[in-house]
């Protein structure tokens, strides 16, 4: 109950997370995109912290021991093999007319 209390009162700063989406994509939000995509980050992170909570669960350890950096990594493994959202790049098949 403690942790829902948590998540219910935390927020993403509206201004750095302007800041960073208009650096991504050089496109400013209106007031109202902006609290969509603030909800939507909220519940990507409470999803990635449930996650890590498993990995530290299935390692062995207490559910009072801290998440480390190396569950949240694994966990955001874990979504990136489970959606097939890889940041790679996709590289080109052709260039300058040439099949490579």
């Given at each position: 109950?403690?942790?829902?209390?948590?998540?219910?009162?935390?927020?993403?700063?509206?201004?750095?997370?302007?800041?960073l989406?208009?650096?991504?994509?050089?496109?400013?939000?209106?007031?109202?995109?902006?609290?969509?995509?603030?909800?939507?980050?909220?519940?990507?992170?409470?999803?990635?912290?449930?996650?890590?909570?498993?990995?530290?669960?299935?390692?062995?350890?207490?559910?009072?021991?801290?998440?480390?950096?190396?569950?949240?990594?694994?966990?955001?493994?874990?979504?990136?093999?489970?959606?097939?959202?890889?940041?790679?790049?996709h590289?080109?098949?052709?260039?300058?007319?040439?099949?490579?």
């Amino acid at each position: 109950m403690e942790r829902y209390e948590c998540y219910r009162r935390s927020h993403i700063g509206k201004p750095a997370l302007k800041k960073l989406f208009y650096s991504l994509t050089g496109v400013s939000l209106n007031p109202n995109g902006l609290i969509i995509l603030s909800s939507v980050v909220k519940m990507f992170i409470g999803e990635l912290t449930e996650k890590s909570r498993l990995i530290v669960e299935e390692q062995g350890f207490s559910q009072l021991d801290e998440i480390r950096p190396s569950h949240i990594l694994e966990s955001a493994r874990m979504m990136n093999v489970k959606t097939k959202m890889n940041r790679t790049k996709h590289h080109k098949k052709f260039r300058r007319g040439y099949i490579l």
